[in-house]
């Protein structure tokens, strides 16, 4: 059964430091992973789409990394600041059969960046 | 700027009153999911189609809910007769499906309230 894990369920670090979220899988035959983030009350945001294939993504600061042999992703956020408080969840897909798909969450860590 | 569109965002009605979600997925995107979001249970799949065909409704109590898409513009999620323990965000996301997966995108959700 393919399940994701998110630890630590929540995180407060103070701005300005460099920061890991992490995100576990249990099946290594992924098809994609995605992170978002989600504010309060809102929907959720894409932030990186990382395909089997690649080892990682980036956009500003962020940078999201995948290896699927130790079943991990990595979001790592540089130089965080108050607005990356939010919770952040990752979504992993695998491929079943005639191109369908399961998606699997995982509970998210909500993370607060203190001014 | 795409984006999906969720309607209603808020909705207060009384217990066993009839309940219509709606949503616009990104014009061209051809697959569309419903999730519910509790604090308790986080977000659950309700239905998930592709190109307007349901592909997955086992997380939707049959009972009740129903999902259709009329066209491929429109996405409704149904609640008949509602029951306070329907209130919950419920989100519509899209993407493109089948063997290119891409992103998948969220709208704000409609927050729901049963009485």
């Known amino acids: 059964k393919q399940e994701v894990t998110q630890i630590p369920a929540a995180l407060s670090v103070p701005e300005g430091e460099n920061l890991v979220l992490n995100c576990s899988f249990t099946d290594s035959a992924i098809y994609n992973l995605q992170w978002f983030r989600q504010d309060p009350g809102k929907g959720l945001t894409s932030l990186l789409l990382i395909q089997s294939s690649q080892r990682e993504q980036t956009s500003g600061r962020l940078n999201a990394s995948l290896d699927k042999s130790s079943g991990r992703s990595t979001l790592y956020i540089a130089a965080s600041q108050p607005g990356d408080s939010a919770t952040y969840l990752c979504a992993v897909r695998w491929l079943v059969v005639d191109s369908n798909y399961q998606l699997i969450w995982g509970a998210g860590t909500k993370l607060i960046i203190k001014p | 700027d795409a984006r999906v569109t969720q309607t209603p965002r808020h909705k207060v009605t009384e217990m066993g009153q009839e309940v219509t979600m709606r949503c616009q997925p990104i014009l061209g995107h051809n697959t569309v999911f419903w999730y519910r979001q509790t604090m308790m249970q986080g977000l659950e799949l309700l239905a998930y189609?592709?190109?307007?065909?349901?592909?997955?409704d086992s997380g939707m109590p049959k009972d009740r809910f129903s999902a259709e898409m009329p066209d491929a513009t429109l996405a409704t999620l149904k609640i008949q007769p509602s029951e306070p323990r329907d209130s919950a965000v419920y989100f519509c996301?899209?993407?493109?499906?089948?063997?290119?997966?891409?992103?998948?995108?969220f709208g704000e959700g409609s927050r729901l309230t049963v009485l």
């Open positions: 996301a899209s993407g493109s499906g089948g063997r290119v997966t891409g992103e998948l995108f």
């Open positions: 189609f592709r190109n307007r065909a349901p592909l997955d």
